[in-house]
């Protein structure tokens, strides 16, 4: 089996500020993903990857930037954090090549809030 | 553009009965549908899929749903409910050849003893 790791778990950050959020995979998966969770809101698609240096803008991209450098790891940037956001972004893999049929493997998650 | 809809943010069913979450997709082409479960403190992990063949699908702990095209819809049923099954479930949509995967908005199932 394989593994998702988001870091950090928690992110706090101020108004205005450049934020990372870094995601890594070893299940050898083509396919990533970063998604945005609010309360109320469901899952929405922020970026996905199909391949290294690939970015495919989702639903909710803008105010983000994405980076797919390695094969195993995918990184998001909020551009510029607004005042008393809070939610929580999903990194998820995928086996990819084409068929979109396949499982998506989460991680854990990170929590992020804005001051 | 592909869309899910899921009517119903929160649903109160007692231990021991039977349970339906709805979902509605959007899509003009055959789609592929999901449904993921989010327990307490835990990931999303996969409940079923669909994506051809018999239009009931089986899933984990005795979960199944059914593809009704006529009527854009992937409903997720279980015949008896358990306290365990408390958790926030999610339909997903995606389609061949496309890898973006769209999530409806989750539906918090509460079991009630």
């Known amino acids: 089996g394989g593994i998702i790791t988001q870091t950090p778990k928690f992110l706090i950050g101020q108004e205005g500020q450049k934020l990372t959020l870094k995601c890594q995979q070893n299940?050898?998966?083509?396919?990533m993903y970063w998604y945005r969770q609010d309360s109320g809101k469901g899952l929405r698609l922020i970026y996905y990857?199909?391949?290294?240096?690939?970015?495919q803008k989702g639903d909710l991209s803008e105010g983000y930037d994405a980076s797919r450098e390695k094969k195993s790891s995918f990184s998001l940037t909020v551009t510029s954090a607004q005042k008393n956001e809070m939610a929580v972004f999903l990194c998820?893999?995928?086996?990819?090549?084409?068929?979109?049929?396949?499982?998506?493997?989460f991680g854990a998650g990170t929590r992020l809030s804005v001051l | 553009a592909q869309s899910v809809t899921q009517p119903d943010a929160r649903v109160t069913v007692s231990e021991g009965a039977s349970l339906q979450l709805r979902c509605k997709y959007s899509?003009?082409?055959?789609?592929?549908l999901f449904w993921y479960v989010q327990y307490p403190r835990q990931g999303l992990q996969l409940l079923l899929k669909?994506?051809?063949?018999?239009?009931v699908v089986q899933g984990v702990n005795g979960f199944e749903a059914e593809f009704i095209k006529s009527n854009s819809s992937f409903h997720l049923r279980k015949a008896s409910v358990h306290w365990s099954d408390s958790a926030v479930y999610f339909c997903?949509?995606?389609?061949?050849?496309?890898?973006?995967?769209?999530f409806g908005a989750g539906t918090k199932l509460t079991i009630k003893p």
């Open positions: 998820a893999s995928s086996i990819g090549r084409g068929t979109s049929q396949n499982t998506l493997y």
């Open positions: 899509y003009s082409g055959t789609p592929y």
């Open positions: 299940f050898n998966h083509d396919t």
């Open positions: 990857s199909i391949t290294e240096n690939d970015l």
């Open positions: 669909y994506y051809s063949g018999d239009p």
């Open positions: 997903a949509v995606s389609a061949y050849g496309n890898e973006k995967i769209t």
